[in-house]
């Protein structure tokens, strides 16, 4: 099958708007994971979910992020309130169990104006 | 240890040459490691990963070795091709603590034809 897709893959916004970010992981992978890659940057973890398990936040870096998973599946990554340093990479990545490999989408290249 | 990027570490090296690609971790705790490879406007994509039981393990054309003494992973590529060219990042993880990954600041590997 296919791997991590990412919608949209480009998003410009202006600043103080909200915006959503989706993430379709493998099939039949339990756990999703959402990070954030600023220009040059490496790899900064935002949120976590496993199964039915509660979500790791412990990287949003704000109030203004949010993320759900519906139906232990696709996740949205929501953005209240734009900024311009929210400006990044934001990318999606699923495994299929505990302590597994994570496979990575494309990203979405957020641009905040 | 956590992505604090400043500025991203270059290794230039020619078509046909052996390049090696150096990380160190903070977490002596830390019992996983993985290299990922990200090409320009790409999400990661697995390379490689070893655990903490180990201190090498072979590829396809890469081996990656393991220190733990002194909290050093590296990553060997042979007869580096052009189409190696890209940002490799090592991430590091404690299996059955958070599955969140840590990831380096990356090095940015060009290879000269």
């Known amino acids: 099958g296919a791997g991590v897709s990412q919608s949209p893959s480009n998003k410009v916004t202006e600043k103080g708007k909200d915006v959503e970010l989706r993430c379709d992981p493998i099939s039949g992978h339990t756990a999703l994971y959402w990070y954030r890659q600023s220009l040059g940057q490496g790899l900064e973890f935002l949120i976590y979910?496993?199964?039915?398990?509660?979500?790791?936040k412990s990287g949003l870096p704000s109030d203004r992020f949010s993320a759900e998973r519906t139906g232990g599946s696709v996740s949205t990554l929501t953005i209240q309130r734009t900024q311009q340093e929210d400006s990044a990479v934001y990318l999606c990545?699923?495994?299929?169990?505990?302590?597994?490999?994570?496979?990575f989408g494309p990203g979405t290249r957020l641009l905040v104006l | 240890g956590e992505s604090v990027g400043l500025h991203l570490p270059t290794l230039s090296v020619q078509e046909g040459d052996n390049s090696i690609i150096n990380c160190a971790y903070s977490?002596?705790?830390?019992?996983?490691f993985i290299w990922y490879k990200q090409e320009s406007g790409k999400g990661p994509q697995f390379i490689i990963d070893?655990?903490?039981?180990?201190d090498k393990r072979q590829g396809q054309r890469v081996t990656v070795l393991l220190n733990k003494t002194v909290k050093h992973l590296s990553l060997q590529i042979a007869a580096t091709q052009p189409g190696d060219s890209a940002v490799y990042f090592c991430?590091?993880?404690?299996?059955?603590?958070?599955?969140?990954?840590?990831f380096g600041k990356g090095t940015k590997l060009t290879v000269n034809p």
């Open positions: 070893i655990r903490s039981n180990m």
């Open positions: 991430a590091e993880n404690i299996q059955g603590g958070s599955e969140k990954l840590v």
């Open positions: 977490n002596s705790a830390s019992d996983y």
């Open positions: 990545a699923s495994t299929l169990g505990r302590g597994l490999t994570q496979y």
């Open positions: 979910f496993q199964g039915n398990s509660a979500p790791d």
